[in-house]
């Protein structure tokens, strides 16, 4: 009965997700639901003690990510960047390689720091021209955009300023430069399968006399490239983002030390002495800085194109990184209270009798990441519940945590994008296709994917790269 109170709760929480329904509204409903069946008198002290506990945490720690995520994507739209750079990329890539030119785009808006959202919505008019005059069916789209912006740049690449690159360092006492060469070489594994597979299908498509299709809807309209700016200004930012990451990455420790005291004669304010463990912050302070960074040269060099809309954007910025981090941080609570059900020792246990604690992690999170349909909110259930664990079976077999924390964030986007999967329903609903039309590709994505963990743990085992 106590294990069926907790698959009952996750697969009420991935139907709820499926339908479209709010996870904030239906996450605390599925956990105290959840706590009901097992002790009714304890509902409300675990929503009070655990839920939001772990929700308000989760909000502490990573919402200036997401916002600042979300503000630097949306002034790169809005200054013109985005569209210079895929305009670039069609130039000097070709034509005839579509699906190249559509992720490497992606790749480098995602790894510059511009969330998976919002580039969807960057890269489709593009997308979509580059298709059309390609006479690429316009169903094999989705993939493209999948293999470029939820896989290796959201999770493998080391340094990648994505949520799931961060989220692991709390636990670990990691950077979100951890492991570098397994990083590159599970990345290498997507690219070259992914376009491998893409190009296959493509082939195929077109062979059988498949054009870019008729009867379609939401089709972007037609982009003036005449007046955008320079592409090697456009593309500035991004690198900005990714060397400044890097820089203050190794500068932060060595500027405060392992930890960092304000006194009470600094704030007078404040009674007793405010004491921070720089290793825990370093990787988050690290990401926000580059991305205030980035953001102020997109504001500088942009100036008149970013100020005439920086109002609106600012605001759909916010309200986007609000939905989307109280999203993540309601999934987190409900994975707290989750984990302290009885029915979850029992899947623990379960879990126990797999002896490779890299192996052991990759299906824990990957599994939740599936269930959940989201990579972070996946991820953070599984470390909020076996984090501690999974450290000492790592510890116990000499495994550095830096390779722990590179296993987990892949595996996080492995299993994540299944049908219900917040990014897969926004990137559908972009391109106005069906999952019955793409939903194929994607998956194919999906396999390939979750296929690169448990190669690049393969390869550690075999040449012990870190």
Known sequence: MVLFIVVAALVFLMFAAYRGYSVILFAPIAALAAVLLTEPAAVAPVFSGIFMEKMVGFVKLY???????????????????????????????????????????????????????????????????????SNIPKRLMPGAIALGSFSFTMDSLPGTPQIQNIIPTTFFKTTGWAAPWLGVIGSVFMVALGLAYLEWRRRNAMAKGEGYGSVLVNEPERIDTDALPNPMLAILPLVLVGVANFVFTKWIPLWYGASYTVPPEILPGVHAPLTTSI?????????????????????????????????????????????????????????????????????????????????????????????????????????????????????????????LHRVVAMASGGMDTLPHNGAVITLLAVTGLTHRQSYRDIFAVTLIKTLAVFFVIAVYYTTHLV
Not at 93 to 116: D, E, F, H, P, Q
Request: glycine share 10%; hydrophobic share 60%.
């Open 279 to 403: 290793r825990t912050v370093t990787a988050i302070w690290a990401v926000e800085a580059a991305l205030l960074l980035g953001i102020t040269l997109v504001i500088v060099t942009a100036f008149r194109r970013v100020a005439a809309g920086f109002a609106d954007g600012s605001k759909t910025a916010a309200a986007g990184a609000l939905l989307a981090a109280m999203n993540t941080a309601s999934e987190y609570g409900f994975g707290g209270v989750i984990a302290a059900l009885p029915g979850f020792v029992v899947i623990s246990d379960a879990l126990k009798v797999i002896p490779n604690p890299l192996v052991n992690a990759a299906v824990s999170v990957s599994a939740l990441a599936g269930i959940t349909g989201s990579a972070s909110g996946g991820m953070s259930i599984a470390l909020a519940a076996i984090s501690d664990q999974l450290i000492r079976n790592a510890q116990a077999a000499h495994i550095p945590m830096e390779v």
């Open 63 to 133: 919402f200036p990510v997401f916002l600042l995520g979300a503000l630097f994507g949306k002034v790169i739209g809005i200054s013109g960047f985005a569209a210079s750079i895929v305009a670039a990329a069609i130039r000097h890539i070709g034509r005839s390689r579509a699906n190249v030119v559509i992720v490497a785009v992606c790749a480098l808006l995602t790894y510059g720091g511009v969330s998976v959202f919002v580039v969807v919505f960057a890269v489709y008019p593009f997308a979509a021209e580059l298709y059309r005059q």
